[in-house]
């Protein structure tokens, strides 16, 4: 892959990973990621973050390091921001093509790089404030910024040019292509990469918010004049755009999020939709835009992204065998876990022999302090004044979004 220069001293490069592989294991990427490297190239060579052998990322970073004049035996320090094997994976490799190499990280850092790689030598700990000095005018200062996205993780600035390698923080899904920086996308590109950092961060990131703006706080006096994370596009026009999304993002946490409701649903014989269309109805008359979302059709990725942004959630699902319809507790898990807490709440349902399904989800639900209102259930196929009740229910719950 290219090297792209952020100016004549450091360089992006980027490996574009397109797999039918889940993110983590987890997450789909259908329009892949991208894996970003940066080269500093002072007296000494540095190298911020590294990859994993994956998609043919270890080939596409020795191609870019020599189209800046480096091989991968050049490099006099390797920093890791972040210990998670998508950048370092290929670290084992990487010490035996570059013996000479010197590691730095934090020492919780350097503990996971004995647990994962068992490295051990050529290592050193660093903390905030820490300076790593290149020569002729470039230098890294390290800034601590633990649980972003895990605990042992740091961002790297670099004074002379204003640039920031932010690792996970700030990043996004997606391959970049052979652009990379901001004002190389248009606005249908930027509007797409947003969907992503969303997705990206309700999905990786939304578990750790408070951190994320502990670590924007530690930001507020650099001065930005590029955001180069380890994922998505290079921020050099517009710094602070993907900064303040992500203070954005952070800020869900505490209620200012989007009048708007996320729809999760699911139907065995329709009778379910049938009452969902009346909520929806009432959801419209009140002008409170929502999200659809069936489970278990569309991959919860997707809709953590949507349930993590919006103030209200609907649930739909019909009792399955005396409790929940088993898909949707697959998703109010992950609402837990992801922290989609706080929201205003309605949940609907019908039932076939008996009902079941609205002692399980009122248990699911518990830590998630939703603000609920009076659930919705029926027998069957739901009758006149079962729907008009659902609409009911739907204007109220609009109502409820729009004055949270
Ligand atoms: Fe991109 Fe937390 O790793």
Known sequence: MKAHAINDRIYAIHADVRTEDLFEGIWPIPDGVS?????????????VDLVRDWGGAPAALETGLSQAGVKLADV?????????????????????????????????????????????EGVRVVKSGDELDLGAGLKLVFIETPNVHWPETMMSYEPSSGTLFSCDAFGSFGMLGDRVFDDQFNAGEHERFEEESL????????????????AVEKLAGLELRAVAPSHGMIWRAGPRAIVDRYTKYASYLDGKREKEVCVVWGSMYGNTE??????????????????????????????????????????????????????????????DRKHVWGRTALRIGSWGWVGGARKEYEEAIAPLKWNNLESVEWPGIPDEAALEVLRARGRELGRRVKEA
């Not at 894996?35 to 190298?47: D, F, P, Q, T």
């Open 35 to 47: 894996l970003n490297s940066y080269l500093l190239k002072g007296e000494k060579i540095a190298l």
């Open 76 to 120: 006099d320090y390797l920093v890791l921001n972040h210990l998670e094997p998508d950048h370092t994976g290929w670290l084992a490799e990487y010490r035996r093509l570059n013996p000479k190499v010197q590691i730095l990280a934090t020492a919780k850092g350097c503990e996971l790089l004995r647990s994962f790689y068992k490295v051990t």
């Open 199 to 214: 997705r990206y961060y309700s999905n990786i990131v939304s578990s750790f918010g408070l951190f994320v703006k502990r």
């Open 274 to 335: 049938r009452g969902l269309k009346a909520v929806l109805q009432g959801l419209e008359d009140e002008g409170v835009p929502y999200s659809m979302h069936r489970v278990p059709n569309e991959d919860a990725s997707y809709i953590l992204a949507d349930a993590y942004k919006s103030e209200g959630i609907l649930i739909a699902m019909p009792t399955y065998e005396y409790k929940m319809f088993p898909p949707m507790a697959y998703v109010l898990d992950l609402f």
